[in-house]
């Protein structure tokens, strides 16, 4: 079945970094677009990071340029965010997500920056 599993979350002090994963199953990855959504407690699920389905293009937040980077690889079926000087307001909850001609959530996998 369609699945998408993030991992990598964690607890972490400002300053510091976290790799989040996606692993996807069940479709034929290569073939979408793939972007790192997350939602903070009262707010909306915001945009993060997209990258396209070849990997030639990346687009981010600006609140997360030059700290966050968007990967995949089309041989494991996975993309990544490498997260680096996290900061308080970057807590929230990271949603993975694929779009094609249907779009594809994963669960989540919390994310939390405090001293």
């Known amino acids: 079945q369609v699945q998408l599993v993030e991992s990598g979350g964690g607890l972490v002090q400002p300053g510091g970094s976290l790799r989040l994963s996606c692993a996807t199953s069940g479709f034929t990855f290569s073939n979408y677009v793939m972007s790192w959504y997350r939602q903070a407690p009262g707010k909306e699920r915001e945009l993060v990071a997209s990258i396209t389905s070849s990997g030639g293009s990346t687009n981010y937040a600006d609140s997360v340029k030059g700290r966050f980077t968007i990967s995949r690889d089309n041989a494991k079926n996975t993309v990544f965010l490498q997260m680096n000087n996290l900061k308080p307001e970057d807590t929230a909850v990271y949603y993975c997500?694929?779009?094609?001609?249907?779009?594809?959530w994963g669960q989540g996998t919390q994310v939390t920056v405090s001293s």
């Open positions: 997500k694929a779009a094609s001609w249907r779009v594809i």
